[in-house]
């Protein structure tokens, strides 16, 4: 080995990275009362069945329209689990309304 003329260059796995997926954090800003959140989402889900319209599955289709500026975004609908995530990979911006069922 100490006479050898061989040189072998070997690849170290620090050397490639690889991308990582862009995550947002969970915002942990603060808390309410459950009884408070209870009329909140209340109010909240009125407010969106009143003022917005429902685009059902289409909601996919009409957030690119939004993100893009060739709509507005008063809408609301239920996309599929793959629809959001190809969304919030293409930097759609996307809030989760928990619905509140009024009994």
């Not at 909240?44 to 289409?58: C, E, P």
């Amino acid at each position: 080995m100490c006479d050898s003329t061989a040189v072998d260059k070997a690849l170290h796995t620090t050397s490639a990275k690889l991308p990582k997926k862009k995550q947002k954090p969970i915002p942990d800003d603060y808390f309410v009362m459950g009884e408070s959140a209870d009329q909140i989402l209340q109010k909240l889900n009125k407010k969106i069945k009143k003022d917005y319209q429902d685009v059902g599955k289409n909601f996919a289709k009409e957030a690119r329209k939004a993100h893009k500026g060739k709509r507005d975004q008063k809408f609301y609908g239920k996309p599929s689990k793959e629809e959001i995530n190809k969304l919030l990979d293409e930097g759609v911006d996307l809030f989760a309304v928990p619905d509140y069922k009024d009994n």
